[in-house]
């Protein structure tokens, strides 16, 4: 079965510092998809990343860049120079290629608290 | 742009009744979900649908029932709400699958509490 693990409940930082975001999945799949999502204080979740389980070039946009390991499983997020518009909670999710409907499996999530 | 509705923002209902969730996405996608976000625990998936008239079970499936009548149009149905489904119900749609895989849009979520 697939499982995603974010083992950060919690970050705090101060403007303008980098914070990075741990993702650690299972899946007994080859082939499959990673995914990150925002959910800001409205509620809404965010689309920012896919990820296939074949492309493990690291990837960056603007302030944000993903560090994709298939040796240790782990889909890891960085913000660097983080604002206070980041403060969001994050998640990451993995979608089996085989299963259908592509359902996600989310980690827990992780909340970012970026103080001014 | 994609658009996923979900028809109440927020839902104040009694233990014992009929509850129903509606959602609709406007981008004729096949696939729809419907999680359940709580604290610690992330999104966890109760029930999805591939096609219309189609419906799979997720994780947590118990005390729930869906329907897909139409395409674009997913119910999540509380048969007898209880004080342990008080939670942020999320709404997705997303297309195809395997390597058409999609990702998924969200609606607003519906925060229902059960009293």
């Known amino acids: 079965a697939q499982k995603v693990t974010q083992a950060q409940t919690e970050i705090s930082v101060v403007e303008k510092e980098d914070v990075t975001l741990d993702c650690v999945y299972e899946?007994?799949?080859?082939?499959?998809?990673l995914f990150w999502y925002k959910q800001p204080p409205s509620g809404e979740l965010v689309f920012l990343i896919r990820?296939?389980?074949?492309?493990?070039q690291n990837e960056i946009s603007g302030r944000y860049s993903w560090n994709f390991q298939k040796s240790t499983s782990s889909f890891n997020f960085t913000i660097t120079a983080s604002q206070v518009v980041d403060s969001a909670v994050y998640f990451c999710?993995?979608?089996?290629?085989?299963?259908?409907?592509?359902?996600?499996?989310f980690g827990g999530g992780t909340r970012v608290l970026v103080k001014p | 742009d994609v658009k996923v509705t979900q028809s109440s923002r927020y839902l104040v209902k009694r233990t014992g009744e009929k509850v129903f969730l509606e959602c609709v996405q406007d981008?004729?996608?096949?696939?729809m979900f419907w999680y359940r976000q709580d604290p610690g625990l992330g999104l966890r998936l109760i029930y999805f649908?591939?096609?219309?008239?189609?419906?799979e079970k997720g994780d947590i499936p118990e005390g729930y029932s869906v329907s897909r009548e139409k395409k674009e149009r997913f119910s999540l149905i509380l048969e007898s709400a209880s004080t342990n489904q008080t939670s942020m119900y999320l709404c997705?749609?997303?297309?195809?699958?395997?390597?058409?895989?999609?990702?998924?849009?969200f609606g607003q979520g519906t925060r229902l509490t059960v009293v």
């Open positions: 997705a749609s997303s297309s195809g699958t395997g390597v058409l895989n999609t990702e998924a849009f």
């Open positions: 899946t007994r799949d080859t082939t499959y998809y």
């Open positions: 990820r296939n389980s074949f492309d493990e």
């Open positions: 999710a993995l979608s089996e290629y085989e299963a259908a409907g592509n359902k996600l499996t």
């Open positions: 981008m004729d996608h096949e696939n």
């Open positions: 649908s591939y096609d219309v008239k189609m419906k």
